[in-house]
């Protein structure tokens, strides 16, 4: 009740002070009235608690307080500068009905939630609410109110539509309100009333219609299209109550006895409408006391220029003017090639005096020619006066010829089209000019990469090409990138990096060139840079050189599937990509294919480095790196460009002095000989490619312990789905289950029985390979050709640190120290101490001592065995007592332990020692080659295993992998087909012995010789 009450005395107030000046008061409660509050208008715009803000002109109550003013607004006081207002000692400029101003309080206010974007209208103000307010609302006839500064405001609620007179929606702004319609009627009554529903004044009506003469320059207008209900408001001097609004009007018009074209106007504000579709829709207003031409007449009202078409104003707010015209007249009929668009209510001037003299005011939201700029004004023809307007209250529209415009928003977006809707890739600044390429309806179209992007036109102004900092040619392009996220372009023309625009996250946008840590781009037809580090760039596959942007850029090698790290590029290198794979660039490093993570690097030349790789190439010959290699370019000094991780392994292309020669990303490098471990790697090359190999094994009868898998023929097996593996059943009565296909069988299974099956056999598409029922099977069947594939190849084998050692070169040293060895030898029974022995044993026969003591330990249980610590025997002999010798061997046995033996030997490497005769055999052969001691038994076994084995001019094996799988043989090196053993597993089982020998050791070389098939 308490905003009621303090509206209602505001309004009480405005009903006494200002409409009824006859309303029966006394005159002690009006003064009283007029000192508390006084009417004001607002000089400029004023915000009200951050909910609304009231517009310039709005006319307001208030009290006077210490040089403020205070208003009331929904019983709450709100305080303004006094300097931002004008105090209205006319009354007249309310323009309000007091017989609605009397229904409005005769009605119980209700408390409502007013919603946000809602418009509160009071004649010709209007504002938008910015949030949701609580308010007082008075309702009546359909329509709501609130008091704002004892104002009452129609609310209209976002999107509202409001009715005219005949039922038609039109836009609020857009149309003369019915209170202007109301107050048009009570300003335009004579002092002659007569009853509507009499036939006088009927056919007076009709006669004042139909006998107005249309000037040569009115436009066609029907007579009665344009009729009393349209007329805008203008208050006259003298005003009567009526006591019904269907009133006519009988009225005396001065201006058929008139032959002037000029009249002047007789109110504070003279609405000009133009017709539209025969609805009168306000745009401007003219200025109480100026002067203006008619260009012709209608009926009440006057027709004028209008910015090159009709405009109507109410002839009885005006008088025939006969005097000196305003300096500013003009008879021209032109108004200019361009047009602006009114974004509040614009005020025209006229300076022909010195000062600004406003003589007229375009309404909001409306278009009109302007003739040229002048500064911070635009000049107009006006109701045939020329006046300027200034550019704060309104926008220019563009025009065809308009190729520049100029951003007027903080930031304006900047769509693409993206299968049929707009998605946002950038935005523009403020205050910056582009050039647009086309236009799309209210779209600008520009350039934004390769592509076109859209800006809304009317978040921007029309400008020139010379206000445009930079002409770029979008064509000049290079490459592209893709933002790693919201990436803002610099423009730097002025010697500053000031902002004009932004690349959203995630696009690809093409750029012109790469300046140390900044990317030239073309921008909306203008250069602009992006930082580097918010980009990644893209590669294409004719872009074949690529510099690394950190420092430490790790190099990868796939090792089964997973990524190892084997080495460094180093920041600003610039290095040659073979491929690339994803997100990744291959490059050539060590003895793989390097991969490079291409979201760390940036495209370039191979004018960019010195030392590239014309026509050299990798030898045999492999090092492995030490801790911190370091790898040089010397074209112009010892420059690092790159790094490897320890235990790399490094192809040569050959030695020069101390320094080693590689290629690393297709550069030439050098590291010195001490950056590189003794151990060598060394490919040798044959003239036959793995299947064939293992063709060929398979008919030398393989043997394998390896039961995992076996194999059934297909016609006895009911699969089920599709793809393997698959749970298959036996349809068979009794099946067999086979080694290899119609191979030997480890046994059957009956029908019904449920098999996994993994695949078709390798070697006959008639069988399925399945997980073998009798893998518990133990003893020795034919291994398959899968079995095969495995086992003899290197690449499964030569990066694994143990298994690699099927590859050690056993016929070259290790150059590892006596105490070194000794370490191997501790605890090791009859050879412990023994390792000065091994060492000149294996010294003399050429062969590896490590391997040799791996050897002798595994044949003897670490020097534990019956051979390794001495079998005494007896010499066979016939019946003369002489030995027997057969073959040039002479035959020995076992000594029991009641005889004195004739000897004592010693076989520390098991040679002779054949399965089911190994201590009789062994002893025989240490007997016949003079090993009755232990140093003998080493030093004689070294030079055997040499000689008849490693060293061999007949099957050359001096690897193990060589041994098993004699390469040699079937590429014609050899003649003989041997092979140390039929167990395909042979070579694989023996490194894990010869690992852990080495594992003991701390400085050694090692020399691998890895095959290598075509």
């Known amino acids: 009740m308490l905003k009621k009450i303090i509206t209602c005395s505001l309004i009480l107030f405005l009903v006494l002070s200002t409409i009824t000046p006859s309303f029966a008061t006394t005159e002690s409660t009006q003064n009283e009235s007029e000192e508390e509050y006084q009417l004001y208008r607002l000089l400029e715009e004023v915000s009200i608690d951050d909910l609304f803000v009231l517009p310039k002109d709005t006319l307001i109550f208030a009290q006077e307080e210490e040089g403020h003013l205070l208003i009331e607004t929904n019983g709450n006081t709100f305080r303004i500068d006094a300097n931002e207002v004008t105090k209205l000692n006319d009354s007249k400029?309310?323009?309000?009905?007091?017989?609605?101003?009397?229904?409005?309080?005769?009605?119980?206010?209700?408390?409502?939630?007013?919603?946000s974007k809602s418009t509160l209208h009071f004649n010709e103000t209007e504002f938008t609410l910015k949030e949701q307010v609580d308010f007082e609302v008075f309702s009546l006839e359909d329509s709501e109110y609130v008091f704002i500064a004892g104002i009452p405001y129609k609310i209209s609620q976002p999107n509202e539509k409001v009715s005219n007179s005949e039922g038609e929606l039109v836009e609020e702004e857009s149309k003369v309100s019915e209170e202007d319609q109301k107050q048009q009627q009570e300003n335009n009554t004579s002092n002659e009333?007569?009853?509507?529903?009499?036939?006088?004044?009927?056919?007076?009506?009709?006669?004042?219609?139909?006998?107005?003469?249309?000037?040569?320059?009115?436009?066609?207008?029907?007579d009665g299209q344009i009729t009393k209900e349209d007329k805008s408001s203008s208050t006259t001097s003298e005003k009567k109550e009526a006591d019904s609004s269907t009133f006519s009007v009988k009225s005396v018009d001065i201006w058929t006895q008139s032959t002037t074209n000029y009249f002047k106007v007789n109110v504070y504000s003279l609405p000009v409408y133009i017709n539209k579709n025969g609805n009168l829709i306000k745009q401007a207003e003219l200025r109480e006391g100026q002067v203006y031409k008619r260009t012709g007449s209608l009926s009440n009202w006057h027709i004028i220029d209008f910015g090159g078409q009709s405009g109507y104003v109410w002839k009885d707010s005006t008088s025939p003017f006969s005097g000196n015209l305003p300096k500013n007249f003009t008879n021209s009929n032109y108004y200019g090639d361009r047009t602006i668009t009114t974004t509040n209510n614009a005020v025209i001037y006229d300076n022909t005096s010195g000062s600004l003299v406003p003589y007229g005011m375009l309404v909001k939201n409306i278009n009109f020619p302007v003739i040229s700029e002048a500064g911070n004004w635009y000049k107009v023809n006006y109701a045939n006066r020329v006046g300027y307007i200034h550019k704060n209250g309104v926008k220019p529209n563009f025009v065809s010829s308009d190729n520049y415009f100029e951003v007027t928003v903080h930031s304006l977006p900047i769509y693409e089209s993206k299968n049929g809707s707009l998605v946002k890739v950038g935005e523009l600044r403020k205050n910056e000019v582009?050039?647009?390429?086309?236009?799309?309806?209210?779209?600008?179209?520009?350039?934004?990469?390769?592509?076109?992007?859209?800006?809304?036109?009317?978040?921007?102004?029309?400008?020139?090409?010379?206000?445009?900092?930079?002409?770029?040619?979008?064509?000049?392009?290079?490459?592209?990138?893709?933002?790693?996220?919201?990436?803002?372009?610099?423009?730097?023309?002025?010697?500053?990096?000031?902002?004009?625009?932004?690349?959203?996250?995630g696009n690809s946008y093409p750029y012109e060139l790469i300046a140390g840590n900044w990317i030239k781009v073309s921008f909306g037809n203008r250069y602009g840079y992006v930082y580097k580090e918010w980009v990644n760039f893209n590669f294409t596959s004719s872009q074949n050189y690529f510099r690394v942007n950190e420092d430490y850029l790790p190099v990868y090698h796939?090792?089964?599937?997973?990524?190892?790290?084997?080495?460094?590029?180093?920041?600003?290198?610039?290095?040659?990509?073979?491929?690339?794979?994803?997100?990744?660039?291959?490059?050539?490093?060590?003895?793989?294919?390097g991969y490079v993570w291409s979201k760390s690097t940036q495209p370039s030349s191979s004018n960019a480095a010195s030392n590239w790789n014309t026509n050299l190439s990798d030898s045999n010959t492999q090092l492995i790196a030490r801790n911190g290699l370091k790898i040089y370019d010397n074209t112009s000094g010892m420059v690092l460009f790159a790094r490897v991780e320890e235990g790399t392994t490094i192809p040569i292309i050959d030695k020069v002095g101390n320094w080693y020669r590689v290629l690393i990303g297709n550069r030439i490098g050098y590291f010195y000989e001490t950056g590189v471990s003794d151990h060598v790697y060394n490919?040798?090359?044959?003239?036959?490619?793995?299947?064939d190999m293992v063709n060929r094994q398979l008919t030398y009868n393989p043997q394998t312990d390896d039961h995992t898998y076996a194999y059934v023929h297909k016609d006895y097996i009911r699969r089920s789905g599709s793809g393997y593996p698959f749970t298959g059943t036996v349809n068979a009565t009794s099946l067999h289950v086979r080694d290899i296909p119609n191979g030997n069988s480890y046994g059957t299974i009956q029908s019904g029985a449920k098999v996994t099956v993994v695949g078709i056999s390798s070697m006959n598409s008639s069988w399925y390979k399945i997980k073998n029922p009798y893998n518990?099977?133990?003893?020795?069947?034919?291994?398959?050709?899968?079995?095969?594939?495995?086992?003899?190849?290197?690449?499964n084998f030569v990066n694994n640190p143990v298994q690699r050692l099927q590859f050690l070169r056993l016929d070259l040293f290790s150059n590892t120290s006596t105490s070194q060895l000794a370490k191997l030898l501790v605890n090791k029974g009859i050879l412990t101490g023994k390792q000065s022995v091994f060492y000149n044993a294996a010294k003399d026969a050429g062969i590896n001592e490590v391997y040799l003591i791996a050897h002798s330990l595994l044949e003897t249980g670490n020097g534990t065995s019956e051979l390794a610590t001495g079998i005494p025997v007896m010499i066979e002999r016939n019946s003369s007592g002489k030995p027997i010798v057969e073959d040039g061997v002479t035959q020995v046995r076992l000594a029991t332990t009641a005889e004195k033996p004739d000897s004592v030997v010693y076989n520390v490497y098991g040679i002779g020692a054949y399965d089911g005769c190994a201590k009789r055999c062994g002893a025989e052969y240490a007997f016949n080659a003079g090993w009755t001691n232990v140093d003998k038994a080493i030093?004689?076994?070294?030079?055997?295993?040499?000689?008849?084995?490693?060293?061999?001019?007949?099957?050359?094996?001096?690897?193990?992998?060589k041994m098993k799988w004699n390469p040699g043989f079937f590429v014609g090196e050899s003649n003989s087909p041997h092979q140390y053993a039929t167990d395909i597993g042979w070579a694989y089982k023996?490194?894990?012995?010869?690992?852990?020998?080495?594992?003991?050791?701390?400085?050694?070389?090692m020399h691998l010789d890895i095959p290598s098939f075509k």
């Not at 295993?945 to 094996?957: A, L």
């Open 93 to 115: 400029e309310l323009g309000i009905d007091k017989e609605f101003i009397n229904q409005l309080l005769d009605t119980e206010p209700l408390e409502k939630n007013v919603e």
């Open 193 to 222: 009333l007569e009853d509507p529903s009499s036939d006088d004044h009927t056919q007076n009506k009709n006669q004042e219609t139909n006998s107005v003469e249309d000037d040569s320059n009115q436009d066609s207008i029907e």
């Open 434 to 505: 582009y050039k647009r390429i086309g236009t799309a309806g209210n779209w600008h179209a520009i350039q934004f990469g390769n592509k076109q992007g859209y800006v809304w036109s009317d978040d921007t102004i029309p400008a020139n090409e010379n206000e445009m900092a930079s002409i770029a040619n979008p064509n000049n392009t290079s490459g592209t990138f893709t933002t790693k996220d919201h990436t803002v372009v610099y423009d730097n023309t002025s010697g500053e990096m000031i902002p004009i625009g932004q690349i959203s996250k």
């Open 558 to 593: 796939n090792v089964g599937g997973s990524l190892e790290k084997v080495g460094h590029l180093v920041e600003n290198q610039v290095y040659k990509r073979t491929g690339s794979k994803g997100d990744w660039h291959e490059i050539k490093f060590g003895n793989k294919v």
């Open 683 to 691: 490919y040798t090359n044959y003239n036959i490619s793995l299947n």
């Open 776 to 795: 518990n099977y133990g003893g020795w069947m034919k291994a398959d050709k899968d079995q095969l594939n495995y086992y003899m190849n290197p690449k």
């Open 939 to 961: 030093y004689g076994g070294a030079k055997f295993i040499s000689t008849d084995f490693i060293k061999s001019s007949v099957y050359k094996q001096n690897t193990l992998y």
């Open 990 to 1005: 023996q490194v894990n012995r010869i690992s852990k020998t080495f594992d003991l050791l701390d400085n050694y070389n």
